[in-house]
């Protein structure tokens, strides 16, 4: 299984280098060496629904198709992409309301095609009146489970695909998740999420 992150630049890419170094190098109370994260869903019998539904670039005119099932505890989220129009597929959850202020970010273990998937959070935010979402983009591997680690810090707001300059990210008011599919390429997709928490 492969641990993926979303993407950093180079310098910090080299601090989290050095930082992990460092904690490898020291030694770890009992207390130390335990990672709290919450569990949010994992689409098992036991799991609680968040009422996924899809959200398709035809609602502004494009092409693409995609949908969802869910089948032996893993949310298939499949379909095709067409650039000639939006050029996007999406699931979101129905209106819920977490706080995740304890935490550092969202961690998705999934199994992919290879294409860069985009993570999406809402909260009640506002942008000239409009819906803010939040995007973090993540690269998968070809069919091989990976445990995708997003931080809070890589979310940027957007409206519309353009990104803004704010509001900043509250994530104490967490009010939608979403998966979406937008590489601005074209073709079949496929990932299969199997669990999603905060970390």
Known sequence: MAIVRANFSNSARLIR???????MCSPLS???????????TSFNSDSPDLGWYVQNDNVMGG????GFNISL???IFSGNTNTNGGGFSSIRTEPLRLNLSEY??????VKADGR?????????????????NYWADFDTLVDEVSVIDI???????????????????DIRQIMQLGLYIYDK???????????????
């Open 151 to 169: 931080p809070f810090t890589e979310f940027f707001p957007q409206f519309r695909g353009v990104r803004l300059d704010g509001p900043d990210l």
């Open 116 to 132: 860069r998937y985009t993570w999406q959070l809402q909260t009640d935010a506002r942008w000239r009146g409009r819906q803010v």
């Open 185 to 199: 390429k074209d073709g079949p997709f496929e990932l299969r999420l199997m669990t999603v928490e905060a970390y």
């Open 104 to 109: 550092a970010g969202i961690r998705l273990r």
């Open 73 to 75: 505890g893993q949310l």
């Open 30 to 40: 009992a207390s130390e060496s335990k990672v709290d994260t919450l569990l949010i």
């Open 63 to 66: 092409r693409s198709e995609g």
């Open 17 to 23: 280098g050095i930082i992990f170094l460092f904690l």
